[in-house]
């Protein structure tokens, strides 16, 4: 069974920091697509980041430049390392895999993980 448990959520001010990961278990991470998606407040789930089965990554316009994606094959664990933060980055942030290993940004994504708040403040 594919479990996917975020964590490092939290609140922060703008131009803050802060550093999500996703163990896997289950599912070898290195292997397949994974990415980052989140979702506002009455507003619709937005694709953030991916990263593929060789470590090619695809961001958001919104993000390029800020936050980047990673992965630790050893610890078989995502990372999204969020700088210069700003209130828009506000929200729930989910990781995300798949079986697909590459064309990530354009894939639907099978596992889920639970989510991790992202709050920032002005």
């Known amino acids: 069974q594919v479990q996917l448990v975020e964590s490092g959520g939290g609140s922060v001010q703008a131009g803050g920091s802060l550093r999500l990961s996703c163990a896997a278990s289950g599912y070898t991470a290195s292997s397949y697509c994974m990415g980052w998606f989140r979702q506002a407040p009455g507003k619709g789930r937005e694709e953030v980041s991916t990263i593929d089965s060789a470590g090619s990554t695809t961001y958001a316009a919104s993000v390029k430049g800020r936050f980047t994606i990673s992965k630790d094959n050893a610890k078989n664990t995502l990372y999204l390392q969020m700088n210069s933060l700003k209130p828009e980055d506000t929200a729930m942030y989910y990781c995300?895999?798949?079986?697909?290993?590459?064309?990530?940004?354009?894939?639907?994504?099978?596992?889920w993980g639970q989510g991790a708040q992202v709050t920032v403040s002005s």
């Open positions: 995300a895999g798949s079986r697909a290993r590459d064309l990530c940004w354009y894939i639907n994504y099978n596992y």
